[in-house]
């Protein structure tokens, strides 16, 4: 899909003056909404739709790029009661863009976020045949009457709970999307069948005046640091999406990074990165910017290569090294100072094949020795500010990848190889994790490289 945003963005506002460029937890209003447009792979161009060159100037001192294309509104459509309606005409005759369709939506939705928008673009692609337009709405189960004290929408002689009210949609003003043809056949962002879009309450707080702003900053600044915030690499493997919904659970926030750019459903934020590249992880972190601390990191991700050494290539090589050690030295160095913030943690999920291996697993073998060095060595130099530093030695672990290298009669040999009896649980490394995550409980550990793997590496190779 090839999506197209508008935002319309005035230099003044009656109601709240200099609205748009206020400060609100330590950035203008208008870089919450550009900045998550900016996020979404789906949309191409965001036309900033202004009334003012100081608009584009602001916005240039915060984001330099390419998508963002700015439009001068004509005079006659310039002033406080324009309607949104003629401004998106304007704009989409006289820009010229290639676009599947548009998404309008406005600086004062600062608290939408990026899998809100993703779901409405995907919805509106699926329904489109069916709907000439989508636009989002909060829902009202409440009792509500007109300026007569009429019921409007529930009977005063019967009063049920207001949960089995018939719901009353409210137009949140979050979301608009249309093509050019359905527009300009009405002339209107809401056609003649539109698709209501329903959002949280928590999303659609809309800014109209001063006591809005105040709110909303206060929402966004409990949203950002009420809960613990956790970094999780590799969260779409059968580990790291464990250990997403088992934070979640915990009301962490997720934030989570994975080469395969599915989306996950435990994740706050999600981002498609290679964690081995340094430009990646560096537009990461910018964009986590406002986050002021982060209180864990799970370096998970990892590149599992069964080969024997002679039979290895240095892109093979390449590939493991940098997957699974410089990309921990990557995320460690860049959230540095998030974690001084948070007096956070740092934890290595490593493998016992970093002290105990086997044959045709030298590379893996090799990047999880060095894994356990740079723990100790991170721990050594972190701990100046406190942030303590582990890593997790895991055996094996009931995941989708040990089914893929095990048949179920190896599996249960292997079960009865350890002196558990069993082999390990997702749940098992989730609960030495958050131990390891928790200052009250494991303050005193750290640069330690604890193994989980049943028993398996105490007993002698050599022994039945």
């Known amino acids: 899909m090839n999506v197209t945003a508008i935002i319309p963005i005035k230099y003044n506002s009656s109601r709240v003056p200099g609205k748009n460029f206020k400060l609100m937890n330590g950035k203008p209003l208008f870089y919450y909404i550009i900045n998550t447009l900016l996020r979404c792979k789906n949309i191409k161009y965001i036309i900033i739709n202004m009334d003012n060159d100081y608009i584009k100037t602001q916005i240039n001192k915060y984001f330099d790029t390419d998508k963002l294309i700015y439009y001068n509104r004509p005079k006659h459509l310039i002033g406080d009661d324009i309607s949104t309606n003629d401004l998106i005409k304007d704009t989409i005759l006289n820009i010229d ?264 697993i030298g590379i893996y073998a090799t990047s999880k020795g060095g894994l356990t060095t740079l723990t100790r060595s991170m721990a050594i130099e972190f701990g100046d500010d406190d942030i303590r530093v582990n890593a997790i030695l895991a055996g094996a672990i009931n995941t989708k990848m040990l089914h893929e290298h095990f048949n179920k009669d190896e599996i249960e040999i292997l079960k009865n190889k350890h002196i558990s009896k069993r082999i390990g649980e997702p749940l098992d490394i989730a609960e030495l994790v958050n131990f390891l995550a928790n200052n009250n409980k494991s303050g005193f550990i750290t640069g330690q490289c604890l193994y989980i793997d049943g028993g398996a590496t105490i007993k002698l190779s050599t022994e039945n």
Request: charged share 25%; proline share 2%.
């Open 97 to 360: 863009i290639n676009t599947d369709f548009y998404l309008q939506t406005h600086v004062t939705n600062p608290l939408l976020s990026l899998q809100t928008i993703i779901n409405a673009i995907y919805k509106y692609s699926n329904i489109k045949n069916e709907y000439d337009s989508l636009f989002s709405v909060k829902t009202w189960y409440t009792r509500l009457y007109d300026e007569s004290s009429k019921a409007i929408n529930h009977d005063p002689e019967n009063l049920i709970p207001t949960q089995n009210l018939k719901p009353i949609y409210e137009e949140n003003s979050c979301i608009y999307i249309f093509t050019k043809q359905n527009f300009l056949k009405t002339n209107k962002r809401i056609g003649y069948k539109p698709f209501l879009f329903k959002m949280n309450n928590y999303e659609s707080q809309d800014i109209d005046w001063n006591d809005d702003f105040r709110i909303t900053e206060t929402m966004m600044k409990h949203q950002f640091n009420k809960n613990k915030v956790v970094l999780i690499t590799g969260i779409n493997g059968g580990i790291g999406n464990f250990l997403g919904n088992y934070f979640k659970s915990k009301d962490w926030i997720v934030i989570g990074l994975d080469i395969n750019g599915k989306e996950n459903k435990n994740c706050d934020l999600f981002y498609k990165c290679d964690i081995s590249d340094e430009k990646e992880i560096e537009s990461v972190v910018t964009d986590l910017g406002y986050y002021e601390k982060i209180d864990l990191i799970i370096n998970n991700a990892a590149h599992q290569l069964c080969k024997k050494w002679i039979d290895c290539t240095i892109d093979e090589w390449d590939k493991v090294i940098n997957s699974n050690l410089r990309s921990v030295f990557l995320m460690s160095k860049y959230l540095y100072p998030k974690l001084k913030e948070a007096k956070g943690s740092i934890i290595n999920i490593s493998s016992v094949h970093a002290t105990h291996t086997s044959k045709n």
